[in-house]
């Protein structure tokens, strides 16, 4: 979809607009009170088609057939796991796929396919096949499960960073599986990831020798064990580590492997920084370097290498947050704390309240957000397809509030630390949703 015209161009088309419907008048064209009338009509809806692209619009996943999802499908039947829900994604034929000795996925967080477009990136962009879309929420908690399982929001249910799990009566953070408010991880009190996060691993299926490559913090997290499903875990300090572990796999391990391999640090700094930062630069041409290096020591080795992400990233400027603590009458009507991610947040509202926050959104905030029922995002396929996670409704409250443009809501517990990230994610905008497929057969 192309983006929208300058304002000024814009202007400047409605203004030609006008001046042809007056020379159209001069010319003795259409003389008469109906005749200027109608050529008034024009003009004004000629005006309008050019306005009208301001207008906020959702960017929804396919997942049809053209999103992370059905990627996973295409790796999957691949790999010869059977049953897949979602159908393979056309641009990656899995009975090709299964010709390759070795399959690498590797996962760089952020990368929305805009960005990549935007940047230096010429071994990358050589090699893009495609743009698919992320999940909803396209945000980071719901689509590493998605990596990690093969599915959909709409089955593994883990749908942002804040998670109400009603089995604990807690909002739970997923990734470092912390509850909110507190440092130590809820495995340290007696909680198991596996009994929460309960949807079977797509590792557990897969009948080849299977490795996860993460930074080293993070390979050995509760959540990464409740997902593994019985891989060989290899961490690492940088990128460059990273793809010498990928290398090294291919390379020495005399059996087929299938690689998933995971890199956070562009999200992370596009979060402090901003996706349209210098230091964000820096890093993709430093990724893009690096792939290419990565590239030539793993020639002839066999293996198909496929590079996406899981969610692009937008800039939010400070005029474009919305404090939930600023808007008390709404708060009033919620009995938990916003859940989900500040792009897409999930609202838990007390149920003789209903009329009075859907009346306080409609008023005060339509501006900034679509107000949806949450029923109605399970029962329109923004989660995925098929049946629903017996406890998907429960962690996505009564409602949505789906925040349009670069806008986003938070809201801070009593003594909880401040924080304000300028790159943000989770939403429905083309930046967001869009993330690039990146294919490379490195041949035999």
């Known amino acids: 979809m192309s983006a929208p015209e300058p304002i000024g161009k814009r202007i400047f088309q409605c203004s030609r607009a006008r001046r042809r419907w007056r020379q159209d008048l001069g010319n003795g064209g259409g003389a008469g009170e109906h005749s200027v009338l109608a050529a008034r009509a024009i003009w004004f809806r000629q005006c309008a088609s050019h306005f009208e692209m301001d207008k906020p619009r959702m960017h929804l996943p396919d997942y049809e057939r053209g999103s992370i999802v059905n990627l996973l499908s295409a790796i999957q039947s691949a790999l010869g796991v059977d049953g897949c829900r979602y159908a393979p994604l056309p641009h990656l034929d899995p009975h090709e796929l299964a010709r390759a000795r070795h399959i690498v996925l590797m996962v760089i967080d952020g990368l929305g396919y805009r960005c990549l477009l935007q940047h230096r990136a010429n071994t990358l962009r050589q090699h893009l096949v495609a743009r698919i879309t ?81 930074p080293r913090h993070i390979v050995d997290s509760d959540y990464t064990l409740a997902f593994s499903g019985g891989a060989a875990r290899v961490g690492y300090k940088s990128l460059g580590e990273c793809f010498k572990s990928i290398t090294e796999i291919l390379r020495t391990n005399g059996e087929p492997a299938y690689v998933y391999a995971y890199w956070p640090e562009l999200d992370t700094t596009a979060h402090a920084y901003g996706i349209g930062s210098d230091r964000v630069a820096i890093l993709i041409e430093q990724l893009d370097s690096e792939f290419a290096r990565f590239l030539k020591a793993v020639r002839n080795s066999g293996a198909t290498v496929i590079v996406t992400a899981d969610h692009g990233i ?70 995925g397809l098929g049946e629903p996670h017996p406890r998907l409704l429960d962690r996505i409250g009564h409602y949505a509030l789906v925040m349009k443009d670069r806008y986003v809501i938070k809201d801070w517990l009593l003594d909880e630390k401040r924080y304000v990230q300028v790159g943000v994610h989770g939403g429905v905008s083309e930046e967001e949703m869009y993330v690039p497929l990146i294919l490379v057969n490195s041949g035999r």
């Open 134 to 214: 992320s999940v909803f929420p396209s945000t980071t908690a719901a689509a590493i499960t998605t990596f990690f399982t093969g599915t959909a929001p709409q089955q593994h249910a883990l749908t942002g960073w804040f998670t109400y799990f009603k089995e604990l009566g807690a909002v739970i953070t997923p990734l470092p599986f912390k509850p909110r408010m507190t440092k130590g991880s809820s495995g340290e009190v007696g909680v198991q990831a596996r009994h929460l996060f309960d949807h079977p691993s797509m590792f557990e299926k897969i009948q080849r020798r299977r490795y996860i490559v993460l």
């Open 314 to 383: 937008i800039d939010s400027q400070p005029q474009e947050l919305i404090r939930l603590e600023e808007h008390p009458q709404l708060a009033e009507t919620l009995v938990l704390p916003l859940c989900g991610e500040p792009r897409v947040a999930f609202c838990y509202v007390h149920p003789h309240k209903t009329g009075a926050f859907e009346r306080y959104v409609r008023a005060r905030l339509s501006r900034y957000a679509w107000l949806m029922s949450s029923e109605d995002l399970i029962a329109r396929g923004y989660f």
